[in-house]
Nanobody
Framework: QVQLVESGGGLVQAGGSLRVSCAAS????????MGWFRQAPGNKREFVAHISRSGSTGYADSVKGRFTISRDNAKNTVYLQMNSLKAEDTAVYYCAAGWVATTRENTYDYWGQGTQVTVSS
């Protein structure tokens, strides 16, 4: 089992950058696929990015070229670097751990509590 804690959210102006982090407990972090999802008010939670055990990545079309997911297995942490932020990126961002690198949230077994990212236009 793994516990996930996100941090680094906040308020940023459109066009700015922000990095959110997700710290995981346990010794098996490196064996998990890690994902980032987000949920805006009134919307369903949606896939943002994932990173495999080997470091292969995948992104939603809406963030491709602007967001970068990375992981540091020595620190049990996954990051989401967000550049060129837009107002529509405003959401609660969640990290998740699972076994398969997919875009479907029901394939991830563990979730953090989320961190708010607000982009002002």
């Amino acid at each position: 089992q793994v516990q996930l804690v996100e941090s680094g959210g906040g308020l940023v102006q459109a066009g700015g950058s922000l990095r959110v982090s997700c710290a995981a407990s346990g010794r098996t972090f490196s064996t998990y696929v890690m994902g980032w999802f987000r949920q805006a008010p009134g919307n369903k939670r949606e896939f943002v990015a994932h990173i495999s055990r080997s470091g292969s990545t995948g992104y939603a079309d809406s963030v491709k070229g602007r967001f970068t997911i990375s992981r540091d297995n020595a620190k049990n942490t996954v990051y989401l670097q967000m550049n060129s932020l837009k107002a529509e990126d405003t959401a609660v961002y969640y990290c998740a751990a699972g076994w398969v690198a997919t875009t479907r949230e029901n394939t991830y077994d563990y979730w953090g509590q989320g961190t708010q990212v607000t982009v002002s236009s």
